[in-house]
């Protein structure tokens, strides 16, 4: 049951085209959005389908492997776990993001063209 402590387990489509960087350490880094869909029905019969946007980070394999697989549209599963972390932009003011680190990536979908 520890691992399920912080998990996250999501499927859904690329936003964009990932964002890979080598950090100063010689790490590679991969940042990159996740699109989720959830449909319902309204009680009057109306069909709603509601988009929530997700940040994921990917580190060494895992981000060679989004780098070299991974366009925007493409449906893949994840999992991962969440972080929070905070930093002060050039003007001071103090930001905030949630993210989630991806330790699993599983393609599902057809590759993109």
Do not use: C
Not at 7 to 16: I, T
Not at 46 to 59: G, I, K, R, S
Not at 72 to 98: A, F, H, M, Q
Request: net charge positive; aromatic share 6%.
């Amino acid at each position: 049951m520890k691992s399920l402590r912080n998990s996250v387990r999501l499927m859904g489509n690329l936003g964009s085209d990932p964002e890979v960087r080598e950090t100063n350490n010689g790490k590679k880094l991969a940042k990159f959005s996740l699109a989720t869909n959830e449909t319902y029905r309204k009680q009057d019969g109306e069909q709603v389908t509601e988009t929530q946007w997700h940040n994921l980070v990917a580190w060494g394999k895992t981000a060679e492997i989004v780098q070299k697989y991974l366009s925007k549209g493409r449906e893949v599963s994840i999992e991962g776990k969440l972080t929070n972390r905070s930093w002060e932009d050039e003007s001071g003011t103090k930001k905030y993001i949630t993210e989630i680190v991806v330790n699993e990536l599983l393609l599902t979908g057809k590759k993109e063209a």
